[in-house]
């Protein structure tokens, strides 16, 4: 395989031809890991054995006619959230180092059944609980667009982050609660769907709050997204929350265009959250979709977009500490020293406080929804600023400032590459669509690409 950034949507017309094989795409992947993540440290695990006995599988049954669909044969990793029967699942905690999945998560029997090679797991931040990417038990992920300072990855999906964005393989599973697949997204230069609550089936990835949990995919464009969407989605009777949607058509509209789209810009008291690098990336990204004929709009919020991030970390706390309950209050579980205080204080909230913060979300989704009368998506940048070092992270802080706004209102959103800091280092747009429009924010996403090539830039040194 020569190109090793190549998105999905290039690689399936070519393996479907016979002029690429699942092996060769398979092995290039597994030549990349090994030779560049012991620096990059993206993977938990890497199953080179069993992702070399697929692809030649694969490839046989493809050359004999019987090629599933677009994605037979494409590798994957997913992240170390999700079960896969008799592997190890750690959820990026090293007290976990030895917990062997009891089943197999609905999202990885369907990538499974859609002919895909799971070639492995990636890191995350201990119990997927941090929005920097960091993790003091297991090790944080190089962020790809730097090779000389260790910069944040974003978080939690870290590693799948990582990986993508350093070409080790084309796509990835992460999950999102307050910002773990945007984050990575944005920070490692990738693009990130954060679906709605009840597309993807959660059986099987392990919780940290079961009102906001959901997986979604990262991977090198806006179109492979959309495939990988298709692939995961629709109802599982172990996941009653996938009863609320119907499958999404993700792909057949993806080329309509933005033409006469109502879209909301950010709101001018908002703006000075933001580096000045990334407003600048936004603000072009507005006139490149006002080119394509978009009608770019001004909103009223009902809150401001800071606001929202304590009220996401209440639902977060209180959740996880009911699912983490006894490794948290047990002083001899060494678990990672930012992580636990941080589940450890979901056990200080009242009933008052989680149950409030469950019923102001239903009035502020109601006002939101007001408030986007005759507006198709809110576009936003993903982050107030670009990947910062490591040494300079504030675990006290967050970087979810924009993405739990989406979270705390049931929102779909597509995080992609929007341009470069003067430092190399990526900026992301954020489209914001209603609950369960996943197919519309691709479709914004998909048209801001084609007209721009910052998805095709690739880090230097991978």
């Not at 979810?400 to 929007?418: D, E, F, K, S």
Request: proline share 6%; charged share 20%.
């Amino acid at each position: 395989m020569s190109d090793p950034f190549a998105p999905i949507h290039e690689l399936a017309p070519e393996i479907a031809a016979g002029r690429l094989s699942p092996v060769e795409v398979t092995e290039a992947c597994l030549d990349r890991i090994a030779a560049l993540d012991p620096d990059l440290t993206a993977f938990a695990a890497v199953y080179a054995e069993e992702a070399g006995a697929a692809a030649e599988a694969a490839h046989r049954v493809i050359r004999a006619g019987h090629r599933i669909g677009p994605l037979h044969g494409i590798p994957i990793g997913v992240k170390d959230l999700c079960d896969i029967e008799g592997r190890i699942t750690t959820g990026g905690a090293a007290i976990w180092k030895e917990r062997r999945s009891p089943t197999t998560a609905t999202l990885v029997e369907r990538l499974r059944a859609a002919g895909m090679i799971i070639i492995g797991k990636t890191h995350t931040v201990e119990f997927a609980y941090g929005g920097w990417g960091t993790n003091n038990s297991l090790g944080t992920p190089r962020n790809p667009w730097d090779r000389k300072t260790h910069r944040i990855p974003g978080g939690s999906s870290s590693g799948t982050g990582a990986a993508v964005g350093a070409g080790l393989i084309p796509c990835g599973i992460g999950t999102d609660t307050g910002g773990s697949v945007r984050l990575p997204a944005a920070f490692c230069g990738t693009a990130g769907l954060k679906t709605s609550v009840g597309r993807i089936s959660t059986h099987g990835v392990l919780p940290l709050s079961h009102t906001l949990d959901t997986p979604g995919p990262l991977a090198r464009a806006v179109e492979d997204c959309a495939w990988l969407l298709e692939a995961m989605q629709g109802p599982d009777p172990r996941d009653r929350k996938t009863r609320r949607l119907a499958p999404a058509d993700a792909t057949s509209g993806l080329r309509r265009g933005v033409h006469g789209l109502c879209l909301a810009r950010l709101p001018d008291a908002e703006r000075a959250a933001f580096d000045a690098e990334v407003l600048a990336a936004y603000d072009a990204s507005l006139a490149v979709l006002e080119d394509l004929g978009a009608h770019i709009m001004d909103i009223d919020m009902p809150r401001a977009i800071a606001d929202f991030a304590p009220l996401v970390a209440t639902i977060i706390g209180a959740e996880s500490y009911t699912h983490l309950k006894e490794v948290v209050d047990d002083e001899n579980q060494p678990l990672d020293p930012d992580i636990r205080p941080r589940v450890a204080a979901g056990g200080q909230l009242s009933a008052h406080d989680y149950v409030a913060a469950l019923l102001d979300r239903e009035d502020v989704m109601a006002a939101f929804d007001d408030a986007m009368d005759g507006i198709d998506a809110l576009l936003t940048p993903t982050a107030c600023f670009a990947a910062i070092p490591v040494a300079a992270v504030n675990q006290e802080t967050t970087p979810a400032t924009v993405t739990r706004m989406g979270n705390y209102l049931g929102l779909t959103g597509l995080a992609l590459r929007n341009g470069f800091t003067r430092t190399g280092l990526p900026t992301s747009l954020l489209v914001n669509a209603r609950d369960g429009d996943e197919a519309l924010a691709l479709r914004i996403g998909w048209a801001y690409e084609q007209a721009t090539d910052w998805h095709r830039r690739i880090p230097e040194g991978y």
